[in-house]
C-alpha cells in the first residue's frame, strides 16, 4: 500500500505573485473549480488580507469548492489570521497557512526580531489559528537558508502547538536537490514530535531545481508537495504541479507514494491558467508544451510508429492532449457544443454565456473548418474575457498593409458603453492598430511584451497573441485569440488595457 502524496496548488496565490498574473475573483473561482476536478487536495486561494480583493477571491472560492481543502494565506500576526478565518469560514473543509522567516537574513534584516521573538510569533500564530479550524499549515520562510538547529526547535514548537503540516520553503531557490533531500530526512529525524505532522515542501526555481528539489524531498519523506499550474510564481516560479505529478506517476518504480490528480485533467487546466493570466506556455515545456509530444527526427518518427516506448515514456492523452482530434464543424449544434465542452470540463454558469460562446463559435467555423478542442480552450478564455472585462470592447478593426507602404489602422472601440472611433498609421498593421486604440484611450502604457503563437498547425490556425502592459508599476497581460492575427492582437491589447485601466477588482497581492 503506497502513501498518499497530497498536491498543495498555488497558483492562486504564489502563482498570482508573478507579475501581471493577477486574477479577478471569478477567475479565481474558474480556476478552482479546475484544480478541484483535476484532484488537488489543497488549493490556496490567495491571501485574505492582501486586499478587500483577495479577501472576496478566496471567501468565493471557498464558498464554491466542495471536493479539495481550501486554504489562506496569513502571516504570523493576528490581524492576518483571523482575516484568513473570516474569508474561510463558508469552506467545507478549510486551512490557515501561517509563517514567519526564520533564516538570518530574514530575521536580521526583514523582521529585526531575535530568533526567540519568531519562535513566539511562530507558536502564538498556530495557536491563534487554531481559533478558526484544525487544519493549520506552518512554514518558516526561507527554510533553505536557515540554521537546522533553529528550524528544528520552531519546528517542534509549532506541532506541539497544533500545526497538523510543516512546510519547508526554499523561498529563493537556493538549495540542490541532494542537499534539500537531506534537510528534509534529517527534520524528520531530529524533531521529536515529526511523526505528528505532515512534512511539505514549497520551492522556488531560480536555479531551475524546484521540480528536482521537490521530488528529492519526496524521497526524502516528505508527503506534500506545493506548487504550481505552469510553474507560475514569484521571479521564476514554483515547482510545475504537472512536472511534479507526472514524475512520481511514471516513476512508480522509485516512489513510495502517489498523488489523486486526474493528469487528464492537466492539458486542459494548464491552458486555462495561461488563458487566463497570459503567461504563455513555452512549446518545449514538459508536459504541456505544444512540442512536448510531437517526434520531428525521422529516426523518432520510425521508432514511435514501429512501438511508442521507443520514445516516449508517457502517453499524449493521459495528461489530456487530444492529439488535435477534430472535434465540431459548422453544422454542430449548442447542445453538441455543450456536451462537448463539458468532456473538457468547461461549465457555463448562465445561458447567456453559452449562448455568447456558441455565437463566436459559430463565427469561428465559418472561417475555419476543423475546430480542435485547443481551439476550444482559446475560444472559452476570449468569450470569457469579453463577458468580464467589460469597459473597452474592440468593435470594429480595418487595416491595410501593401508592400513598401505604411500600414494603416481604423478602430471603432467601446468605451464604457460609448462608441469611439480613430485612424492611424504604423511599421505594420499590428503598430498601426494598437496607436489607434491608444489614441481613443489617451492613456500612457508602456508595452512590455507581444508575442504570437499559433494555436494549431496550419495557416487557418488561430493565433493566440500576448500583450504585457506596465502603468505605475502594475503590470496586467491580456490575450486575444482570432483566425486573423491582427485582429488577434487587437484583442490582446484591448484585453491588457481592460486590466491595468480598470484594477478595482484585482487584488495585486505581494507577500
Ligand atoms: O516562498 C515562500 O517562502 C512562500 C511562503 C509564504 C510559503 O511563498
Ligand atoms: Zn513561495
Known amino acids: 500500500m ?17 507579475p501581471g498574473a493577477s486574477m479577478t475573483r471569478d477567475e479565481k473561482v474558474r480556476i478552482a473549480k479546475a484544480l478541484e476536478r483535476m484532484g488537488v487536495d489543497v488549493i490556496e486561494a490567495g491571501f485574505p488580507v492582501a486586499s478587500q480583493g483577495d479577501f472576496d477571491a478566496v471567501q468565493a ?59 513566539e510569533y511562530a507558536v502564538k500564530a498556530v495557536q491563534r489559528a487554531r481559533k478558526y479550524t484544525d487544519d493549520i499549515e506552518f512554514s518558516p520562510e526561507d527554510a533553505g537558508r536557515s540554521e537546522v538547529e533553529f528550524l528544528c526547535q520552531v519546528l517542534e514548537a509549532v506541532i506541539a502547538a497544533g500545526a497538523s503540516t510543516v512546510n519547508i520553503p526554499d523561498t529563493v531557490g537556493y538549495n540542490l536537490p541532494d542537499q534539500f533531500g537531506q534537510l528534509i530526512r534529517t527534520l524528520l529525524e531530529r524533531v521529536p514530535n515529526s511523526d505528528k505532522a505532515i512534512f511539505s515542501v514549497h520551492c522556488h526555481n531560480d536555479l531551475g531545481l524546484a521540480v528536482a528539489n521537490s521530488l528529492a524531498a519526496v524521497i526524502n519523506g516528505a508527503r506534500q508537495i506545493e506548487c504550481t499550474i505552469n510553474g507560475l510564481g514569484e521571479r521564476a516560479g514554483n515547482a510545475a504541479l504537472e512536472e511534479i505529478v507526472m514524475a512520481v506517476r511514471t516513476r512508480q518504480d522509485l516512489f513510495l507514494c502517489d498523488t489523486n490528480i486526474d493528469t487528464t485533467q492537466i492539458v486542459p487546466t494548464s491552458r486555462l491558467v495561461s488563458g487566463i493570466t497570459g503567461f504563455p506556455v513555452q512549446p518545449n515545456k514538459a508536459i504541456v508544451g505544444v512540442n512536448a509530444f510531437a517526434h520531428e527526427s525521422g529516426i523518432h518518427q520510425d521508432g514511435v510508429l514501429k512501438e511508442r516506448q521507443t520514445y516516449e515514456i508517457m502517453r499524449a492523452e493521459d495528461v489530456g492532449w487530444h492529439a488535435n482530434r477534430m472535434i465540431l464543424g459548422k453544422h454542430s449544434g449548442r447542445n453538441a457544443f455543450r456536451t462537448h465542452l463539458q468532456g473538457l470540463g468547461i461549465e457555463f454558469e448562465t445561458e447567456e454565456e453559452l449562448n455568447v460562446t456558441f455565437q463566436r463559435f459559430k463565427e469561428l467555423a465559418d472561417k475555419k473548418h476543423e475546430i480542435y478542442d485547443e481551439d476550444l480552450q482559446a475560444l472559452i478564455t476570449d468569450a470569457n474575457l469579453m463577458i468580464e472585462n467589460e469597459r473597452f470592447k474592440l468593435l470594429w478593426l480595418k487595416t491595410t498593409s501593401e508592400t513598401g507602404e505604411i500600414s494603416t489602422a481604423s478602430v471603432v472601440l467601446s468605451v464604457d458603453g460609448i462608441e469611439r472611433q480613430a485612424a492611424a498609421t504604423g511599421s505594420g498593421p499590428v503598430d498601426a492598430a494598437y496607436k489607434a486604440i491608444d489614441f481613443i484611450l489617451q492613456e500612457d502604457t508602456e508595452l512590455l511584451l507581444y508575442s504570437v503563437n499559433n494555436i494549431t498547425s496550419g495557416t487557418d490556425s488561430q493565433g493566440e497573441v500576448t500583450v504585457r502592459l506596465k502603468k505605475e508599476g502594475r503590470i496586467a497581460n491580456g490575450q486575444g485569440a482570432d483566425t486573423d492575427i491582427v485582429i488577434a492582437s487587437a484583442k490582446a491589447y484591448v484585453n491588457a488595457c481592460n486590466k491595468i485601466l480598470n484594477p478595482i477588482e484585482r487584488a495585486y497581492p505581494q507577500v
Open 2 to 18: 503506497k502513501d498518499k502524496l497530497i498536491i498543495f496548488d498555488t497558483t492562486l496565490r504564489d502563482g498570482e505573485q508573478s
Open 61 to 119: 472560492v471557498a464558498k464554491t469548492v466542495r471536493e479539495s481543502t481550501v486554504c489562506g494565506l496569513a502571516r504570523a500576526l493576528k490581524a492576518d489570521i483571523d482575516r484568513a478565518g473570516e474569508a474561510l469560514a463558508k469552506a467545507s473543509s478549510a486551512r490557515i497557512h501561517t509563517f514567519i522567516a526564520t533564516s538570518p537574513i530574514h530575521m536580521r534584516a526583514k523582521l529585526r526580531m531575535t530568533p526567540d521573538q519568531v519562535l
